[in-house]
């Protein structure tokens, strides 16, 4: 009897640091980390919610780490205020040119400095004379 509640308990605790790990907006999305405002992720909030009803010190925990390091919130949506009439077209012989030709013509053109290898960045080729 004693060894079944025992087995019975050590699999309750395992079940809820389960529980606690992926109920944690810092750990489902790193990428969120130093956001300092914006709108709630209901998701999260419900997961940690969740937490704090059946385990209130968890729960809390979860939350304070959520609102503190900004994993709560939704990511900010970038708005572009480029529009048609702003466009400058550079004519450059795509032929016989590198990324780092590219680089030096959009720095000599526009005055700021771009590295095209980054990682958040995708480079197509296209026809912009059909546009």
Do not use: W
């Amino acid at each position: 009897m004693l060894k079944t509640l025992i087995g019975i308990l050590r699999a309750l605790i395992c079940f809820v640091l389960i529980f606690q790990i992926t109920g944690c907006g810092t750990l489902l999305y790193p990428e969120r980390r130093g956001q300092k405002t914006g709108n709630i992720d209901p998701g999260v909030a419900i997961l940690d919610a969740v937490g704090l009803f059946f385990f209130i010190i968890p729960g809390l925990i979860a939350f304070g780490v959520d609102f503190t390091t900004g994993a709560i919130y939704l990511p900010a949506k970038s708005k572009s205020s480029l529009n048609g009439k702003s466009i400058k077209q550079i004519a450059f012989d795509p032929k016989h040119s590198s990324p780092a030709v590219i680089e030096k013509i959009i720095e000599k053109e526009t005055g700021i400095k771009v590295k095209l290898d980054q990682d958040n960045m995708e480079l197509r080729n296209c026809n912009l004379s059909k546009i």
